[in-house]
């Protein structure tokens, strides 16, 4: 099956920095979303990217489909953007299974 | 808000019970996927459900059951349940045909003591 890697796999950063997260995909893919894993759990959609670059406020993404990579951006990062960022992709057509990425921690310090 | 809800939130059980867990999606979302994340990992996927029946598994064995009712509500039993069984289910909902967005819901944390 298709393999996903994240990376790095911890980063912590002080309030306001900016950070790069990354996705490598191994083959091509119809659908890569990005996610965000509150502390209890809840999966939070952050970005729906197969393709292409997108913006939500402090978040930006963008997915180079053709090189099977992908980037999240945070910038001015705060306390609350702390948590699990995982990117997962949908390599079959339409056929809504997911494979996931083993995630980046993300730590924000005040 | 995904409008996924799960019940229960957390679960104990004793190795060797049985477990169902309970999956309802928002209105317009017909297709059920389960995922089992274990501690420190990402999740993984079980199986999917579309039209009550089951369309693609993942590598998970026979003792993972599931269901889809008229409604698209789903269940998900675990048999003869490991200690390895301890994980967070999740459950995950789209639309067949539409938008290969998936929305979450919050999860049910299982412990196998």
């Known amino acids: 099956g298709i393999q996903v890697e994240q990376s790095p796999p911890d980063l912590i950063l002080q309030e306001g920095a900016n950070s790069t997260l990354r996705c490598n995909f191994s083959?091509?893919?119809?659908?890569l979303q990005w996610f965000h894993q509150n502390p209890w759990g809840q999966l939070i959609n952050l970005f729906y990217?197969?393709?292409g670059t997108k913006q939500n406020g402090r978040l930006s993404a963008t997915t180079v489909a053709t090189e099977r990579y992908s980037l999240l951006y945070i910038s001015s990062s705060q306390t609350t953007d702390s948590g699990v960022y995982f990117c997962?992709?949908?390599?079959?057509?339409?056929?809504?299974?997911?494979?996931f990425g083993a995630g980046t921690t993300v730590t924000v310090r005040a | 808000d995904a409008g996924v809800t799960q019940s229960p939130t957390h679960l104990i059980k004793t190795r060797g019970q049985q477990v169902t867990l309970r999956c309802s999606p928002k209105?317009?979302?017909?297709?059920v996927s389960w995922y089992q994340q274990a501690l420190g990992q990402g999740p993984q996927f079980i199986f999917q459900y579309y039209e009550e029946e089951e369309r693609q598994r993942g590598n998970f064995p026979d003792r993972f059951s599931g269901h889809q009712f008229p409604n698209y509500s789903s269940e998900l039993n675990v048999n003869a349940l490991l200690l390895g069984d301890s994980a967070l289910y999740l459950c995950a909902a789209a639309s067949w045909g539409g938008p290969d967005t998936q929305y979450f819901g919050p999860g049910t944390r299982l412990t196998v003591l």
């Open positions: 083959d091509s893919v119809n659908n």
């Open positions: 209105s317009g979302h017909d297709t």
């Open positions: 997962a992709v949908e390599s079959g057509s339409n056929d809504y299974k997911l494979s």
């Open positions: 990217i197969p393709s």
